[in-house]
């Protein structure tokens, strides 16, 4: 198997304890360096701070990696974009080539699962694209939410996105929407989105018990629990909403499609908003990594 658990995180796998998956897509397209590797050594160290085993994820001469070093993620910062993201499409390419890859919310996923890591924490997903109605642009995260075994907290799914239409092919595909301490489905960069998710759990232990439940029932596919950007650094829904389109507008202008849409709009975002959605981001982030950790906690603390 093409895939290499650090020991930490391999002892902590087969132990019971709470081990939490993050993706490396955030260090080479998410940010700039070297403000990616000091976020994502950060959110390693809210994992910890709560109690748990962080496991970055990426993929390094062809082995999938689960618990990158912080030489390994240092070298991702570094190399940036000149990493290509890997989807479920690529991973046999990547594998074989031996080259390096940065996994998204999907690759994250399927190499978390290989390794027996349950739980994953990351910025929002990808979903279905404004527009998809014309170029069928919908993100496989949807596609491996449906299938693989992973419970996934998140801040939503990013707001460049319909939002809408993700929640309609979520139902589709059986994937519970859930909301941590929210009735309504959280917009990424704001608490709201006028759109409702299908439960609301109102601690980490009760979303525990719910992902307890779907492992014992033996019902494949992943768990998404959303989770609200704290108060402080949620964003104007006006403002950003009208900055996104301006974004999209443009990025349509450039001919930019495919995997490339995400990077191209969270960066310019982050440019017409002077930072403000970088900042956002990365506070989410960090809130992600200590609700997860938190119900990774009670997972396996009444599992053992």
Known sequence: MNIRLNPEVEQGVKEGRPVVALESTI????????QNVETALQVE????????????????DGVGVIGMTKEEIEEFGKRGMSIPKVSRRDLPV??????????????????AAMGGVEFFVTGGIGGVHRGAELTFDVSADLEELARTNVTVI?????????????LEVLETKGVPVLGYQTS????????????????????????AEV???????????????TNPIPEEYSMNPDEINAVIK???????????????????????????????????????????????????????RKKV
Not at 27 to 34: A, C, E, K, R, T
Not at 184 to 207: H, I, M, N, Q, W
Not at 211 to 225: M, N, P, Q, T, Y
């Open 154 to 166: 998140c801040a939503g799914a990013k707001a460049i996105l319909d939002l809408e239409k993700t």
């Open 184 to 207: 309504e489905l959280p917009a990424f960069y704001t608490r709201t989105s006028g759109l409702k998710v299908d439960y609301e759990l109102k601690d980490a232990a009760e979303a």
């Open 246 to 300: 301006d974004a999209i507008h443009e990025m349509d202008e450039k001919g930019i499609k495919g995997k490339e849409c995400t990077p191209f709009l969270l960066a310019r975002i982050a440019e017409i908003t002077g930072g403000e959605s970088l900042n956002s981001n990365i506070r989410l982030v960090f809130n992600n990594a200590a609700v997860g950790t938190e119900i990774a906690k009670e997972y396996f």
């Open 45 to 60: 160290q809210i994992v910890r701070e709560h109690g748990g085993i962080p496991a970055t994820i990426g993929i390094i």
């Open 94 to 111: 990547i594998f074989a080539k031996k080259s390096w890859g940065a996994t998204t919310v999907a690759t994250t996923m399927i190499l």
């Open 27 to 34: 260090i080479s397209h998410g940010m700039p360096y070297p």
């Open 211 to 225: 992902v307890r439940a779907k492992r014992e029932l033996g019902l494949d596919g992943g768990i998404l629990i």
